[in-house]
């Protein structure tokens, strides 16, 4: 897996754990003294932490870009320990719908008795992206020993430049071969071209 992959793929399973917790997962109905109301319940409603996944994916995503090997793994974790904490509130609202039906029945009617409480399709949705990140927090945390560290790769663009543009180094790399990072800012603050 390239850093590339690893970032959409991480953006994309928040979009989607996202897009999961919005929807409707409970339905059901509860009386009150005038007559019978609908009750439903959406995913980040009924597992909070669905949200909290998605944004913290999202934040994995962009860190995966500028992440070298021992980020990248730590990321990697993250992105599998979310996916799992994901995993187990979706398993809680599929084993118990009229628990978040209870809550939102009390909340916006005042009343606590729910009947008929059921779970949607979204659920199972939510929990068929949760293992995916998973899976995912795995690859990446494997993926990321490959990957090389985003600033060195650059210093060493930037020394190869260097080299290549004062012949008279012969592309020896040498402490004087070329103007200190201080002395190419102090240039570059001025306006003027360092090399």
Do not use: K
């Amino acid at each position: 897996m390239t850093r590339r992959t690893a970032v959409l793929a991480t953006m994309v399973a928040g979009a989607a754990m996202g897009a999961a917790a919005a929807g409707t997962w409970v339905t059901g109905r509860a009386w009150t003294p005038l007559a019978e109301q609908a009750i439903e319940v959406r995913g980040l409603d009924a597992a909070p932490v669905l949200g909290a996944t998605a944004l913290l994916l999202l934040a994995a995503g962009l860190a995966l870009g500028l992440a070298g090997r021992r980020a990248g793994r730590i990321t990697g974790v993250a992105v599998a320990a979310a996916g799992a904490l994901a995993a187990v509130s979706t398993l809680t609202v599929l084993r118990d719908p009229a628990g978040p039906a209870r809550a939102a029945a009390q909340e916006t009617l005042g009343v606590a008795q729910v009947e008929d409480a059921a779970v949607a399709a979204l659920p199972w949705a939510g929990l068929a992206v949760a293992i995916a990140v998973v899976l995912l927090g795995g690859w990446v945390t494997v993926a990321a020993g490959r990957w090389g560290a985003t600033a060195s790769r650059g210093g060493s663009r930037y020394r190869r430049a260097t080299q290549a543009a004062d012949p008279a180094s012969g592309g020896q790399s040498s402490p004087a071969a070329g103007p200190d990072d201080v002395t190419a800012w102090d240039a570059l603050t001025r306006g003027e071209d360092p090399t």
